[in-house]
């Protein structure tokens, strides 16, 4: 005899009363009510194997260099984890670049909604969305679906990385979107900063990337607080110091220590009801590998950052995580993999102690 435990009870009930918009009836397959859940599988893994956000190939070779770096670190992870994988459109990089100013924003469109509504069913299912990206802009897509299931929530990001990825396409010197996901999620153009003159049709792509979800901003500028950014360029600094964007350096998670230095992140966001953390992997010092597309001097080091996200982790408010920018075609002996890989699994595993 099935035994339901409460949780499935109230799934079976959310399906009886009929399906959340924009899912496919077909993707509730009956037996999905019969399966029981214990807490080390309230996690779902989310791949997202796209690069075309990059400016570097490789990254969407990341989500597969890190489970290998799982096989030889000895760990199970992969094999008591359930995981889902996002379709990509790769492919594009074989065309031509049509829009110079925002490259593949035809795809990076498809990506976010696609990103969105699976990180959205997955909330609604009652899983954590534990995203494995290739590029970081796939990261708005994740934002969009935590905006998507709490439409009135206040959503916090605490954004690890290198780079303040807030350029639009009339401000960015690359035309890489993995550089406009905050812009993207805060809706912002910054024209007061305009070096570029997208055609139309980059506008037309880039108007609707900021309805993905639900319409208009997903999150405040104010309400993002960046941890070891520090390679910035003059459109960045201008929209940090009009909204007063915190960002906590390398040197002062140094003089507090990691776990003090993420503590502050949390208490700056104290106003915000929930939270979402970014980590991208060139957060980490450009000496600890060469495994990420744009690597930058003066990082964290692997155990700051471990202790960093660990400690964000355990932060009941926490709704979603993801790694990204992992590149093994750029790295020697998948260093960064591991490196990925051992973070990835301790923010896991507080993940799973409180949920
Ligand atoms: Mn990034």
């Given at each position: ?193 305009q070096i570029n003159e997208p055609k139309a049709e980059t506008v037309d792509y880039w108007e609707q990337i900021k309805q993905v979800g639900v319409a208009g901003p997903k999150i405040r500028p104010e309400d993002i607080v960046y941890i ?56 980490m010092d450009s000496r600890i590998s060469s495994g990420t597309g744009t690597p930058v001097p003066n990082g964290l080091s692997v155990q700051e950052a471990r202790i960093i996200n660990t400690t964000l982790a355990a932060d009941p408010r926490?709704c979603g995580w993801e790694i990204c920018e992992v590149n093994p075609t750029l790295d020697t002996e998948n260093r960064m993999s591991e490196n990925g890989f051992e973070i990835l699994e301790a923010t896991a595993g507080v993940i799973s102690?409180?949920?």
């Amino acid at each position: 005899m099935a035994v339901f435990l409460l949780r499935d009870r109230a799934r079976f009930a959310r399906l009886l009363k009929g399906f959340p918009p924009g899912r496919k009836a077909q993707s509730y397959p009956l037996s999905a009510c019969f399966n029981r859940k214990t807490v080390s599988e309230k996690i779902k893994i989310i791949e997202v194997k796209s690069e075309i956000g990059a400016g570097t190939r490789g990254a969407s070779l990341g989500v597969e260099a890190m489970k290998i770096a799982s096989l030889d670190l000895k760990s199970d992870f992969f094999r008591k984890q359930r995981t889902i994988e996002v379709e990509h459109v790769n492919e594009l990089l074989f065309n031509s670049v049509e829009h110079v100013h925002a490259k593949f924003i035809d795809g990076v469109l498809i990506m976010e909604e696609r990103v969105c509504l699976e990180v959205y069913e997955q909330l609604f299912d009652d899983f954590f969305p534990l995203v494995m990206a290739g590029d970081h802009s796939t990261a708005f897509g994740t934002i969009a679906g935590i905006k998507k299931m709490h439409p009135r929530k206040r959503l916090g990001v605490i954004w690890i990385d290198a780079h303040a990825d807030i350029h639009s396409p009339y401000t960015t010197p690359s035309g890489n979107m993995h550089g406009m996901t905050l812009a993207m999620a805060c809706a912002i153009d910054n024209l007061e900063c305009q070096i570029n003159e997208p055609k139309a049709e980059t506008v037309d792509y880039w108007e609707q990337i900021k309805q993905v979800g639900v319409a208009g901003p997903k999150i405040r500028p104010e309400d993002i607080v960046y941890i070891s950014v520090r390679d910035l360029e003059k459109p960045e600094n201008y929209l940090i110091n009009r909204y007063g964007i915190s960002n906590i350096t390398t040197d002062e998670v140094r003089q507090s220590g990691p776990a003090a230095a993420a503590e502050r992140a949390l208490k700056i966001l104290t106003h915000c009801d929930l939270l979402y953390v970014s980590f991208d992997v060139d957060s980490m010092d450009s000496r600890i590998s060469s495994g990420t597309g744009t690597p930058v001097p003066n990082g964290l080091s692997v155990q700051e950052a471990r202790i960093i996200n660990t400690t964000l982790a355990a932060d009941p408010r926490l709704c979603g995580w993801e790694i990204c920018e992992v590149n093994p075609t750029l790295d020697t002996e998948n260093r960064m993999s591991e490196n990925g890989f051992e973070i990835l699994e301790a923010t896991a595993g507080v993940i799973s102690a409180r949920l």
